[in-house]
């Protein structure tokens, strides 16, 4: 079975600092990735996904993540965080034609402003 | 933007009680499925749905619970009998697959959650 790791499970960053969360999972094959954010209080939304190409997928909000196969890591980063990016982060993996997702634990991310 | 819409936002309900908890997923969508997060806890998987049938359901998908899409729009989940710990968010969504290619397959839209408190 698949399975996702994330390894921090709280961040807390000053504005203008570099984020790297981390993302590893555990199945062999073909796989999709993705990033979900959920601002407090609010829904689940898709930050960024990989399927295949360019392992460097570039998101909304600047963010932007890396899959690197030989690691089976997907970690995500953002150059210089904002005060509204405070929200927790999900990162999840599909195989690739299949229908569910699993997710990561998640990383609560605190940005003080 | 398509949404995926879910009600109640919030319900309230007695140990023992049936809930149902209603989606609209978005229109052109054909996979459904139901996932859960306990407050504190990663979201986690319930059930897949297609073609009026579970297509793959996870180990907390016991049969208390049961899904039914009832007309062309609705997606529902059913909770026959609440437990104190059902208590916790409920996310819908939907995805748009294609047995080929990557575009947009597996990409889940979620709605924007149904919390249950089982009192």
């Known amino acids: 079975a698949q399975s996702v790791s994330q390894h921090n499970h709280h961040v807390i960053l000053s504005e203008a600092a570099s984020l790297e969360l981390g993302c590893n999972y555990s199945?062999?094959?073909?796989?999709?990735l993705f990033w979900y954010v959920q601002y407090p209080g609010q829904h689940l939304q898709l930050l960024l996904k990989?399927?295949?190409?360019?392992?460097l997928v570039k998101g909304i909000k600047g963010f932007e993540a890396e899959f690197i196969k030989s690691k089976f890591s997907f970690n995500l980063r953002k150059p210089s965080v904002q005060w509204s990016d405070t929200a927790e982060y999900f990162c999840?993996?599909?195989?690739?034609?299949?229908?569910?997702?699993?997710f990561g634990d998640g990383t609560t991310l605190t940005v003080k402003p | 933007e398509p949404e995926v819409t879910q009600t109640p936002s919030h319900q309230v309900t007695q140990m023992g009680q049936e809930v149902i908890l209603r989606c609209v997923p978005i229109?052109?969508?054909?996979?459904f499925y139901w996932y859960r997060q306990i407050l504190g806890q990663k979201v986690e998987f319930l059930v897949s749905?297609?073609?009026?049938?579970?297509?793959?359901k996870s180990e907390i998908f016991d049969d208390q619970f049961s899904v039914e899409r009832p007309d062309g729009s609705n997606f529902t989940l059913k909770i026959r009998s609440t437990k104190l710990e059902d208590s916790a968010m409920y996310f819908c969504?939907?995805?748009?697959?294609?047995?080929?290619?990557?575009?947009?397959?597996?990409?889940?839209?979620f709605g924007a959650g149904s919390r249950l408190t089982v009192l």
């Open positions: 749905f297609y073609n009026n049938e579970i297509s793959e």
């Open positions: 990989y399927f295949s190409g360019d392992p």
């Open positions: 999840a993996v599909n195989r690739a034609n299949a229908g569910k997702s699993t």
């Open positions: 969504a939907s995805s748009l697959r294609q047995t080929r290619g990557p575009s947009g397959a597996n990409v889940l839209t």
């Open positions: 229109s052109n969508h054909l996979y």
């Open positions: 199945y062999g094959g073909t796989v999709n």
